[in-house]
């Protein structure tokens, strides 16, 4: 029998609190969903942690200053650079500051523990938040699977840990934390394709995954110091920031030559597309160039000036994870990003560049349209016959070529100089294609010929970095949502946005027009999403949010 | 006999009291506990992966040319993480140095 409430005893509420404390810690996806768990949309939160050492003088700034810096908006710090960056779909308002803690070891203790190749350089992190933990006047441990940033006083080392969390000086900048941040969120760093030092590491410092090898903007007199550049394409595809309208995949449309119009990645507002994928490797989808048009203002305000940029995504084999390498003109001085492409049977040029307009107009020519999907290669019946075939199957037809003289009537017959001998007949891959095969290579040539169109063309199957396992689609929630659903729960959701205003009261109510008629709740499938659904449905959206991720066909990537 | 939740009331404070010694014996005496272990994972990736946090000359050129310099060919890379170089601004010959960290410019002598 339970005991009546009004028994329950000072040292039974401490009990309580505490067992409900640790069960809403464990209930609290969102506090690491940033980790790896693209595609993401919503603010992330961090654990600012704040340290001295025990003989440190006092910080040069209060957590007050770290607030403005990292976590409040309207400050153009790293809250304001992140919303930007994601076109609104993110911030980092409900990261916590916290400190300034002191731990028990001097600056000299903590500077033996090593920098880079020392075993112990991460002991200085835990150093830190154990020092946080023990506080005795406001002991903070951050929640289980929350990205972490120590902040020491004054600085002795500059880290990122993928996944964990980072450790930073105290006069850090703009540019340091939104790296870090680009780690927290799982981007790995860019690379170029510099022959000195292959594939050389830090070399796109239009990238801020390339950081401090950046292209910041010096902001003199700056609160935050430097800020930018934002990060490139690729990576802000990678979160399912772009709308799927902005995306534009060279070939899926089966057209060799698309002239089109870029809008510069920083300026939304401007009409075009944001990113172009030229898928040109049938071996492996993921593997494509990008194309970018980048205005040198905003956080790209340091950049030497505005550029179209063409990055390859290609496969590192040593790391497993996909990398972004800008190309750049290394046999020109400066070594300037590449202006025109032409390789792999692509071809990308400028054709203009509008400045005022922030967009920049260009040319793809991509021959992947007439190539095979993976596993096909043209049959060649005849030099220009495309069909994709099984490779037996091409060497098939070239046999049957090889022999068609000898199965030829010499005397003809019937069907005039191409009469075929008793037992064979016209093969008929293509218009006139006396070639004489057994009955049975003919039915398998028109096979092939039927199934033509759904081995062609391996760029109908590029759906870049968010693609989805077999058996899931894109829910479609709206143009950017990126989630991995089954058919019928996208077809569901399509159902419901038919009629958005369906279950929505009339009258509005406490929540404003939005306000939903009893009974019903906000879908809540992305932030904002404020179509009313019973319960259920909402639960159901909420488990494939948290399911995003290993859903994705790529998920390890970067 | 002893209500269960009496049991589990005395085992927590009991454990409050050991957290509460460990706390303070850690603070006063700065023992460390193990590394955690996947910050010990973390310190063999970043000993494979030193962060080349400086600037390269390309990267301080252009920030010099952003703050109104010329003739920023003449970069050298000093023996303390800064930049050298003998620029021209307003058609006024300066040296100047350039952290290769923090971006920060120092006129020179």
Redesign the interface.
Known sequence: MLRPFRQVGP??W??LC?AIAIVIATMAPDQAQANNARPYRGPVAWSIVLCTFSDSPAPPHDPAYYRDLIVNRGTSGLSDFLAAVSYGNSDLTPTVVKGWYT???TRA?EEALGG????????K???CL?AAA?S?HD?YTPPPGQLVAVVTSPGID????I??GSYLPD?V?MVGMSHEVGHGLGFSHSFSNNPVAANEE?DD?WDMMSA???????R?GARF??AGPGFNAHHVDEMGWLPRPRIFTAGADGQLTNSLTLAALNHPEAPGFLIARVPFDPADLFHYYTVEFRKADGFDG???GSTVLIHETKLDAAAGVYHTYLLRDNGAP??PPIQALNDNGVTISIESVNQAANQAHIKIVNQIVDRCLQGFVWREASPSDHVCVTPALRAQAAADNALAAARRNPAGGPFGPDTCLQGFVWREAFPNDHVCVVPATRTQAAADNQAAASRHNPARNVFGPNTCVVGFVWREADASDFVCVTGAERSTVAGENANPALHRNPAGGPFGPDTCLTGFVWRDSFPGDHVCVVPPRRDQVRADNNQAHARLMRPNDE | MRHP?TT??HC??GCCVAVLC??GA?????E??P??A???A??????HH???????E??AR??L???GFERTQSLQPTAHNTFQAEVMKNGEARRVEID????ELRPLQ
């Open positions: 040292t039974q401490i009990w505490c731990m028990p070891f203790q880079g190749g020392s075993p112990t350089r991460t002991r992190y835990q150093d154990d023990h005795a002991p500059l880290f990122g840990m996944g964990i006069n900048d830090y410092p401090y090898n950046v292209f910041a903007d010096p003199p110091g430097n340091g950049l030497p400066g070594r | 939740l589990a009331c927590f404070a460990a706390t850690w603070a006063q005496q700065g460390r506990a590394l955690r996947d910050l010990q973390a310190a063999e990736h970043l000993m030193p962060h080349p946090y400086a600037m390269t390309e990267v252009v920030r040319e952003k703050f290769r960290i923090t971006g």
